[in-house]
């Protein structure tokens, strides 16, 4: 099993909608969790993230989390052409070696259409 | 303020050859961490270092060593390269070392090769 797993893409969205990406992870002892997004040829760059269960919201954006399921949800609303890129989701565990560590998922890429 | 700088951005080195790749974080971040991101796969932690010491160190092979100077800037160095070596090598800091702190990424130093 991967530590942090993302549902396959890629997914597409026509303009407007709510894109839904979601991000399983393994490790009980993960405490914070963020969403990146990268464009093609870029770098992440950090959308959110989220250390309570519940849901956060950051205009557009809102990160679900739960921790008894281990799932970490990212839901667009409104989506828009240029939210078209890949999804990354991150995990941190403090404690030991993998001190300040983010483990990925492979990332799910999204395309939004007009 | 200026983000993650990362230098050099592209750069193309043959076999066995030697690679250092240089970061500077967000001023007043103390920690810095490097990653590997191969085409198509989430980034993978290589190193972690806060306040000059090393934190953290994933799964790679010797090859692969870092440091972090006084001015919290840092270098990655790899040896003997490998085909396998080519990837976007990514700089992240951060203002502390623990799980609390949200990480940035820098733009990337995109190695191939040949």
């Known amino acids: 099993q991967k530590e942090v797993e993302q549902n396959s893409g890629p997914l597409s969205v026509p303009e407007g909608a709510i894109a839904s990406l979601n991000c399983t992870y393994s490790?009980?002892?993960?405490?914070?969790f963020f969403w990146y997004r990268q464009y093609s040829g870029k770098s992440p760059e950090l959308i959110m993230f989220?250390?309570?269960?519940g849901d956060k919201e950051d205009g557009r954006f809102t990160a679900q989390l739960n921790k008894a399921s281990q799932y970490v949800s990212l839901l667009i609303r409104d989506s828009q052409p240029s939210d078209s890129a890949t999804y990354l989701c991150?995990?941190?565990?403090?404690?030991?070696?993998?001190?300040?560590?983010?483990?990925f998922g492979q990332g799910t890429i999204l395309t939004v259409h007009p | 303020d200026a983000g993650v700088t990362q230098s050099p951005t592209h750069l193309i080195k043959t076999r066995g050859q030697h690679v250092t790749l240089r970061c500077s974080p967000i001023?007043?971040?103390?920690?810095v961490s490097w990653y590997q991101q191969v085409l198509g796969q989430g980034p993978q932690f290589i190193f972690q270092?806060?306040?000059?010491?090393?934190?953290g160190r994933g799964n790679f092979p010797d090859r692969f060593s870092a440091r972090q100077f006084p001015n919290y800037s840092s270098e990655l160095n790899v040896n003997a390269l490998l085909l396998g070596d080519s990837a976007l090598y990514l700089c992240?800091?951060?203002?502390?070392?623990?799980?609390?702190?949200?990480?940035?990424f820098g733009e990337g130093s995109w190695l191939t090769v040949v």
């Open positions: 270092y806060y306040e000059k010491e090393e934190r």
């Open positions: 989220i250390y309570s269960n």
């Open positions: 490790d009980r002892g993960s405490q914070s």
């Open positions: 992240a800091s951060s203002l502390g070392a623990d799980s609390g702190n949200t990480i940035y």
């Open positions: 001023s007043g971040h103390k920690s």
């Open positions: 991150a995990v941190n565990k403090p404690g030991g070696t993998s001190y300040g560590k983010l483990t």
